[in-house]
């Protein structure tokens, strides 16, 4: 069963004792072993559906499991429907983000702009000056059919442009496609590969442009590195704290772990220069897909205090609570000194949690208008909770 699933055998067992959660490819692998519909194994316990529906339900987090136990038709429906609205909010949040970081889309709509204005001052001589000559009359009649037509095309290029596949949006250059594919899920492929993962990685980026491969088959075999210093058994009790204290593993490793092995807790890392380097988004804690996130994330005070990982409880507009944990770590030297990554975990808050900091998605599209580390105005002004 694990060989067809495509899993080892430990890594089996620990599902089928409800002690790690089941990805939606995992389970969709495991139900075409097994011969049955894939909605037939997620009806319980299934940490995905039950985070999705806790992220909804808000403190109500018992009555979402309640719900998903007695009506898990409905449950799944209301995820799916969940899950859909947040890649909406991540297309629209990369296609704003296109328009104002694309040099290609700025120099086709600046051509769009400086054509309307071309069309609109031809139409408005035509317009007032009934008395123009018939050849000058022409003339302009040329240049307004020349410059519709102009205007057309660059429309529908334009057009196109956003007619693209998500992936294309989100990535168009092969850094960003290798971070899409690698963020897309988790990898039980390479828990146990240990120091045979160069084949399994190999066949897994396969699939990725040229270009994209050796960038995510680097992302991969850094997960096979994690997976190999912190096997699954080392992960017990899910405490990042104590899981680094028991084991002397860095905690920013501790946190990647954590998130390639839970799919209900999401991660997000950043280089000195704050670009973000990882999204694995987990519902309801909006990550952006392109540009720099909210300054008051604990992942960008991190990289200050290497030695010190930084646990806090966070709350987004939408009144949500969250429990992050955020550690840097040293990747390499340079002339001025140690190159720093900084990591950050995500999880539902725990009742009683305590106060919590008010973060926000970016300033492009948060609405706390009176936030003081706000940058720019957002895009959309709306009442902040």
């Known amino acids: 069963m694990a060989r067809a699933a495509g899993i080892s055998a430990s890594y089996l067992a620990l599902i089928e004792g409800g002690r790690r959660p089941v990805n939606v490819a995992l389970l969709a692998r495991l139900a075409e072993a097994l011969g049955v519909d894939p909605a037939s194994l997620g009806t319980r316990g299934d940490a995905a559906l039950l985070s999705t529906l806790g992220a909804l339900a808000g403190e109500g987090t018992e009555d979402a499991a309640e719900f998903a136990r007695r009506f898990p038709g409905w449950a799944r429906l209301v995820a799916t429907m969940s899950a859909e ?9 990369a296609l ?17 702009l ?16 009934p008395e123009l000559e018939p050849v000058w009359r022409e003339r302009f009649h040329g240049n307004l059919d020349q410059e519709s037509r102009r205007l057309a095309s660059g429309a529908e ?30 990898w039980p492929e390479l828990e146990e590969a240990g120091e045979g993962a160069e084949p399994v990685i190999a066949a897994l980026v396969a699939e990725l442009p040229e270009a994209a491969r050796p960038l995510a088959a680097a992302r991969l075999r850094r997960e096979a590195e994690d997976a190999r210093v912190l096997p699954l058994a080392a992960l017990e009790g899910r405490d990042a704290a104590a899981i680094a204290a028991r084991t002397g593993a860095d905690d920013a490793r501790v946190l ?38 909210c300054p008051l994330w604990p992942l960008f005070a991190a990289p200050s205090r290497p030695l010190h990982p930084i646990g806090a409880v966070v709350e987004t507009p939408d009144g949500a609570r969250w429990r992050v944990d955020a550690a840097a770590e040293v990747v390499g030297r340079g002339a001025n000194g140690p190159i720093l990554e ?22 492009r599209v948060c609405p706390r208008a009176e936030c003081p580390a706000r940058r720019e105005p957002p895009l959309v002004t709306t009442a902040a909770r």
Do not use: K, N, W
């Open 256 to 293: 990647r772990r954590l998130a390639a092995t839970d799919p209900s807790l999401g991660l997000v890392a950043c280089d000195a220069a704050g670009a973000l380097l990882r999204r694995r988004p987990v519902p309801g804690f909006a990550l952006p897909v392109i540009g720099a996130g």
């Open 157 to 186: 290029a334009v057009v196109s442009y956003f007619d693209r596949g998500a992936e294309e949006r989100a990535g168009l250059t092969p850094a960003e496609i290798a971070q899409s594919f690698c963020d897309a899920r988790t």
């Open 85 to 93: 609205r947040e890649r909406d909010r991540d297309r629209i949040a």
């Open 96 to 112: 704003s983000d296109r328009m104002a970081h694309d040099p290609a889309l700025a120099e086709a709509m600046h051509e769009l």
């Open 114 to 129: 400086t054509t309307v204005a071309s069309v609109r001052s031809t139409a408005a001589i035509l317009a007032q000056t």
């Open 342 to 363: 900084a990591t950050m975990l995500i999880a539902r808050a725990a009742e009683g949690a305590g106060a919590a900091a008010t973060v926000g998605p970016g300033c």
